[in-house]
């Protein structure tokens, strides 16, 4: 059984800097697609970035220059360093995995997990 366990969201201020990490078990990260994605009070889920298993990087436009998605595999980790946040950037942050290349399509995805809260004050 595939389980992601999200960490690292908290309460910051705007232009603050957080890492949130998403350790997998029961999946190897090295053949795998691995998703970052949102969801704010009353939105519906959003994608934040990807990164293929080849370790390509893909990001929706709010993140460019401000987020960067890495990997560990050794650890299982995937990571979202986000810097410059603001408080548009308040949600829910939810990690996915599939095998294959990355999608834009959350149905595309076959694991989650249970998110983290990053709330950003102005």
């Known amino acids: 059984e595939v389980q992601l366990v999200e960490s690292g969201g908290d309460l910051v201020q705007a232009g603050e800097s957080l890492r949130l990490s998403c350790t997998a078990s029961?999946?190897?990260?090295?053949?795998?697609?691995m998703g970052w994605f949102r969801q704010a009070p009353g939105e519906e889920r959003e994608g934040v970035s990807c990164?293929?298993?080849?370790?390509?990087?893909y990001y929706k436009d709010f993140g460019t220059g401000r987020f960067t998605i890495s990997r560990d595999n050794a650890k299982n980790t995937l990571y979202l360093q986000m810097n410059s946040l603001k408080p548009d950037d308040t949600a829910i942050y939810y990690c996915?995995?599939?095998?294959?290349?990355?999608?834009?399509?959350?149905?595309?995805?076959?694991?989650w997990g249970q998110g983290t809260q990053v709330t950003v004050s102005s």
């Open positions: 996915a995995a599939r095998y294959g290349e990355c999608s834009d399509s959350l149905r595309a995805y076959t694991s």
């Open positions: 990164i293929n298993w080849h370790s390509t990087a």
């Open positions: 029961g999946l190897n990260l090295e053949y795998a697609a």
